[in-house]
C-alpha cells in the first residue's frame, strides 16, 4: 500500500464525536459545539475537552463544572450553530431546553438524549486551547436509547462525527464488530504472539 506524506495539521483522527459542551456565562446557560473530546479514564470515568479562547472555556475555568451533551443527527442544525456564534455576544440559551442534574453549573440540553454532568479535576494549557479532564459526576439517558440491560444503544443515540479539516459531518455505520472478542480466533495463528 502506498502511503503520503501529509504535512501534521492536515491530519486529525478520523470520527471525532460532536457533543454541546455546557457552561454557565454571565448567569444563563451556554452551549458550544465541541469535537475535540474523549472518554479518558474508566475509572473513575473522566472525559477531556479541549476548547479555545471562547466564553464557553472561561466559564468552565470560573466555575469547574460543565455538561457534554450528545446530540442526535436531528440536530445538526442547532448544533452547529451552536459553533456559529459567540457566547460573549449572543444569549444562546434559548436554542435547547435547559435543565439542570445535581451540578448547578453545568446546564443539559434536553433535547440532546445524552447528558453528562462533571467537574474539572485536571486543566492543561495548550498552545491554543485548555484541555478540561472532567470527572463524570452524573448520567442521565432518554429512556428510548437504553437496552433493556441500562446499556446505552449507541444506534438510538444516533450520534454524529466530525472529520476535519475537511469540516464534514458524519453519521455511524452499522455495527461491524466486537471488541475484545473479534481478534480471539487470531491469537493462536500469528507465530511469536
Request: proline content about 7%; glycine content about 10%.
Amino acid at each position: 500500500m502506498e502511503k503520503d506524506q501529509l504535512r501534521v495539521n492536515r491530519f486529525f483522527l478520523p470520527g471525532m464525536p460532536v457533543v454541546l459542551v455546557g457552561a454557565m456565562v454571565d448567569g444563563r446557560a451556554n452551549f458550544m459545539t465541541v469535537a475535540f473530546v474523549g472518554q479518558v479514564n474508566f475509572s473513575p470515568p473522566m472525559l477531556g475537552i479541549s476548547i479555545g479562547d471562547h466564553a464557553t472555556r472561561d466559564a468552565i475555568l470560573k466555575t469547574r463544572q460543565f455538561s457534554v451533551n450528545v446530540p442526535s443527527r436531528g440536530l445538526l442544525k442547532r448544533v452547529d450553530l451552536m459553533g456559529l456564534v459567540s457566547g460573549r455576544e449572543r444569549d444562546k440559551s434559548k436554542v435547547f431546553n435547559v435543565s439542570f442534574g445535581r451540578l448547578p453549573m453545568a446546564p443539559f440540553a434536553e433535547e440532546c438524549p445524552v447528558n453528562v454532568g462533571l467537574t474539572v479535576k485536571h486543566t492543561l494549557e495548550l498552545p491554543g486551547d485548555v484541555l478540561f479532564v472532567g470527572l463524570v459526576e452524573e448520567v442521565l439517558v432518554d429512556r428510548q436509547a437504553l437496552y433493556q440491560d441500562g446499556l446505552v444503544d449507541v444506534s438510538k443515540v444516533d450520534p454524529f462525527f466530525l472529520s476535519m479539516p475537511d469540516n464534514i459531518y458524519w453519521s455511524l455505520g452499522g455495527q461491524c464488530g466486537a471488541a475484545w472478542h473479534d481478534g480471539l480466533p487470531l491469537r493462536d495463528s500469528v507465530p511469536g504472539l
